[in-house]
């Protein structure tokens, strides 16, 4: 493979760290779910002079422009192409997950106990650390269907921004085997205390009234349908350690590719084809009408290529990076890790290997993410699962599968995965970065013949 021909242009890259971790920070916070990272995203996107698309019009696409489509208010398709690039240029794609464990609120949202107090009623979405859920300071945000007063039916993002319930743990002098075995039981534990109990209900759709009133000043809401609504720690994101080489913050599974992939998305330069997805529901199998199991990205990828031959010589020579967080080893738990060469914090992305496919990296498709990092003078490391255990997956073999495209499932490499706080490096997302923008800057996408 031949080094790129034109280096990358010098604005390129041009955020330094400590700008990218603190706006990495803001993003963090604003999205507690993946209806407020979709609708962050495309604000951003918007202001940066991209069009919103809507699955129900019909599409006029030029050339060295941008756009973004959403799809139920929780995935997010953004795309532009190259000034150069023609109908038969390759497409550089990039996909992540919006979606974190947590607790979602169910309909019947209140519980009264003869405790006095009112409990929240919660379920469980995909695999949560349960146990981190305790004794935190719990917001809770979401999305609100609604009637307003002229019969519209609307959708809005919804967000308390403070806390507004907590799990308390049993005291240690009641549970005398706490640190030994404690089992979670999800029906019986997990009841979030929200207020302290009346003789008068506080019906969840009186909290959620007053909150849209505050939100939106010019919304007449009358009459709330329903509401899709998860608990979120409200604890800020922080930098930890004396040198603040850590990052330790609540869903960086996924947002930091989901950040990390707009950023890129927003340089200029953009060589070919450029897409990013994010994706909602990859934590419960991706199976939904936004999900990557669905039809999204086929269908935004067949209104952009309608010509079904074309659109799969096209997909022969693309490249499908999928960029979800991946485990460092855990100093206090390194015999659970395979007895390889371990990813490290601070130690750049890794590249992530299953030979049963459950990520979609083969060494063919992970050559060109290792030339990207080489040529950016970021590390790569590489992650295999222990032997012993079960390993998880990712929308890489959905996007390879579906669309017949090489594809590398990468990511940083982080601890204390699906925490309700989790740790990564404070570089790895950078360095993430700096070869996603190389990625879409690239002269060429390097690719090996068939
Ligand atoms: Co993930």
């Known amino acids: 493979m ?18 990218f ?31 919103e698309l809507t699955e129900s019009e019909d599409w006029q ?14 995935s997010i398709i953004a795309f532009k192409s190259g000034l150069e690039s023609n109908m038969d240029s390759p ?12 607790l979602q609120i169910k309909p019947n949202a209140i519980k009264k106990t003869s405790h006095a107090v009112d409990q929240l009623c919660v379920e469980v979405y995909g695999g949560p650390l349960l146990g981190t859920w305790f004794d935190r300071d719990l917001g809770i945000a979401g ?45 019986k534990h997990l009841y979030p205390l929200l207020c302290q109990s009346h003789d008068n209900n506080l019906p969840i759709k009186e909290l959620l009234f007053r909150q849209l009133e505050d939100q939106y000043t010019s919304l007449a809401t009358k009459k709330i349908l329903g509401y899709d609504l998860f608990c979120y720690d409200t604890q800020k994101p922080a930098l930890i350690g004396p040198n603040s080489d850590f990052i330790a913050a609540g869903r960086l599974d996924n947002l930091v590719s ?47 290529l309608p010509d079904v031959p074309l659109k799969n010589r096209v997909m022969n020579k693309s490249l499908f990076i999928s960029m979800d967080n991946s485990h460092a080893v855990h100093p206090n738990f390194a015999e659970r890790h395979d007895t390889q060469p371990l990813p490290l914090l601070n130690h750049g992305p890794v590249i992530k290997y299953n030979s049963n496919q459950r990520y979609a990296t083969t060494s063919r498709s992970a050559a060109p993410y290792q030339i990207l990092c080489d040529e950016t003078g970021v590390p790569h490391q590489s992650f295999v699962m222990n032997n012993d255990m079960r390993c998880g997956s990712t929308i890489g073999p959905i996007a390879a599968t579906s669309l017949g495209v090489q594809t590398v499932d990468i990511g940083v490499p982080s601890l204390a995965m699906h925490s309700i706080r989790e740790t990564t490096g404070s570089s790895d997302p950078h360095m993430l970065y700096q070869t996603i923008c190389h990625y879409f800057t690239r002269s060429q996408l390097p690719q090996a013949g068939n």
């Not at 031949?2 to 700008?19: E, I, N, Q, S, Y």
């Not at 990039?94 to 974190?100: L, N, R, T, Y």
């Not at 307003?148 to 549970?175: C, E, N, W, Y």
């Not at 994706?279 to 209104?303: D, K, P, W, Y």
């Open 143 to 187: 999305r609100v269907t609604l009637l307003d007063d002229t019969g519209q039916l609307l959708v809005h993002t919804i967000d308390f921004k403070r806390p507004m319930a907590i799990i308390p743990s049993l005291a240690i002098h009641l549970d005398k085997t706490a640190n030994k075995d404690h089992t979670i039981e999800k029906q």
């Open 21 to 51: 971790n603190q706006q990495f920070f803001d993003f963090l916070e604003s999205c507690p779910t993946p209806f407020h990272t979709t609708s962050f995203i495309a604000k951003n996107l918007q202001e940066a002079g991209f069009t």
């Open 61 to 74: 696409i030029s050339s060295g422009s941008g756009y973004y489509c959403c799809r139920d208010n929780g």
């Open 91 to 102: 497409w550089r794609m990039i996909g992540s997950h919006c979606d974190s464990p947590a």
């Open 258 to 304: 989901c950040y990390v992939g707009l950023k890129a998305l927003l340089e200029d330069y953009l060589v070919d084809n450029c897409l990013l997805l994010c994706s909602n529901h990859e934590e419960i199998g991706s199976s939904s009408v936004a999900g990557a199991q669905g039809n999204f990205l086929q269908t935004v990828l067949a209104r952009l």
């Open 2 to 19: 031949l080094p790129d021909a034109h280096p990358v242009p010098k604005p390129m890259r041009a955020m330094d760290l400590f700008t």
